[in-house]
């Protein structure tokens, strides 16, 4: 469920007119939902409630400061995976014993920045990061408590680009692996072994592929409390998928991931983490876009919006799917044309959808493209020298602009030129 409704026949985010932001901000633009934020979050701290327990938004899904501060102040944890993504969440006022470092690069700096500002645990992804983080830690007399991140070898089931835990992916050490590593941890100076990290995946729409990594958690867990190992937390990931295609079935609903992992570790009395971003805030998104020109060619027709693949790049890199739908609610019984959507950058790439059906449209006419909230303004780009898209924030009938639209002069004005050029 998300707060993006026809009303009067007018799609509104809440109270608002989404065509009101259009023409008071701009186009293009994402629009967030605030209420769908909460609701979203809500969910899965009740699919969790039977067990000590933080949900830890995945700040890589939509980065905004005001998104995070909204989430922090429902309770939310924070998964964080670079020193800029750490410093968001402190700007946003999540304390550091609410923010988990993840990451397969973590640089000495990074280590450096979140023991100094306070961290909950790192999730260590090597052997070497592991030793340099130990070096780290009792260079400034710290001891950082670490889960280390396992690789289960699971299919799960999702896009190449997006899937984590099969054995050729860079995540993790593998799980085969797991007893000596922990072992090494154990004796390392700095580093306090409390836990085990997985994550398989994005885009999950089937709940057999998290069984089966947790099920081997649960088995580690018993291995690694036989050598000795104290390990009372289990940081499970996210990755649990959302509808992009309104006339698909609905994945799994957080109350059963719950379920899910009630069955595989509940019964080993440990805290349990998960790292939800795209299902709490994808659906909490759109991006709204105006049409420039219906062009007819040959064979097909095509519409040209001012959105493009640098606003929004998931369909260009992953073939990824957004309904297209107008502002403007098509009467009962209108007809649909089917247009190819594409964007103004120069690349045959910068195509959202072939054929999409929707009303007869013309220029000026305006569109939502839906569960834009998660990997849309956070992978956007100024390719074309495009200036990045604005962002905005609804709550009830209140908006406003939490990212604003740069002009072509902040843009030029990053760069600099030598005094010899």
């Not at 008071?24 to 633009?29: A, D, K, L």
């Not at 089917?338 to 009303?359: H, I, M, N, R």
Request: charged share 20%.
């Amino acid at each position: 469920m998300d707060h993006f409704l026809y009303r009067d026949g007018h799609l509104h985010a809440e109270d608002v007119p989404l065509s009101r932001i259009a023409a008071e901000v701009g186009t293009p633009v994402y629009v967030y939902s605030a209420a769908t934020l909460t609701r979203h979050f809500g969910l899965f701290r009740q699919a969790l409630d039977w067990t000590d327990h933080l949900v830890c938004f995945a700040v890589k899904s939509n980065s905004n400061l005001a998104v995070l501060k909204l989430m922090g102040d429902l309770g939310a944890g924070m998964d964080v995976v670079s020193g800029g993504e750490y410093a968001r969440a402190r700007a946003a006022g999540v304390p550091g014993d609410r923010i988990v470092f993840s990451g397969v690069g973590k640089t000495v700096p990074e280590m450096r920045m979140a023991i100094e500002g306070g961290i909950r645990q790192f999730n260590v992804e090597s052997e070497p990061e592991m030793r340099a983080l130990s070096a780290v830690a009792a260079g400034m007399g710290a001891t950082v408590p670490i889960a280390v991140r396992v690789n289960p070898d699971v299919d799960a089931k999702t896009h190449e680009k997006i899937a984590t835990g099969k054995s050729d992916n860079k995540f993790g050490i593998p799980i085969s692996r797991a007893v000596e590593v922990y072992a090494e941890a154990a004796a390392l100076p700095g580093l306090q072994v409390m836990g085990i990290d997985v994550h398989i995946g994005s885009q999950l729409t089937d709940l057999d592929p998290f069984r089966a990594a947790y099920a081997k958690v649960a088995d580690l867990t018993t291995a690694l409390r036989a050598e000795g190992h104290r390990i009372t937390r289990l940081d499970l990931g996210g990755g649990l998928g959302i509808p992009y295609r309104r006339d698909n079935n609905a994945p799994p609903l957080p109350i059963e991931y719950g379920e899910v992992i009630r069955e595989a570790v509940g019964h080993l009395g440990c805290e349990i983490e998960i790292e939800p971003g795209r299902n709490i805030v994808g659906n909490a998104g759109v991006l709204l876009s105006e049409v420039i020109y219906v062009k007819n060619g040959q064979d097909r027709d095509f519409l040209i919006v001012d959105a493009a693949m640098n606003d929004l790049l998931r369909p260009a890199m992953y073939g990824a799917h957004h309904d297209i739908v107008p502002l403007v609610e098509p009467a009962v019984g209108a007809g649909v044309h089917a247009y190819d959507v594409v964007g103004p950058v120069c690349e045959s790439g910068d195509t959202f959808q072939k054929g999409a059906e929707l009303p007869e449209m013309a220029a000026g006419g305006l569109v939502a493209f839906r569960s834009a909230g998660a990997y849309g303004a956070v992978m956007a780009s100024e390719y074309n020298s495009r200036p990045l898209v604005p962002e905005v924030l609804v709550r009830g009938d209140h908006f406003a602009v939490i990212r604003p639209r740069p002009t072509y002069e902040e843009m030029l004005g990053r760069d600099s030129v030598p005094e010899w050029l």
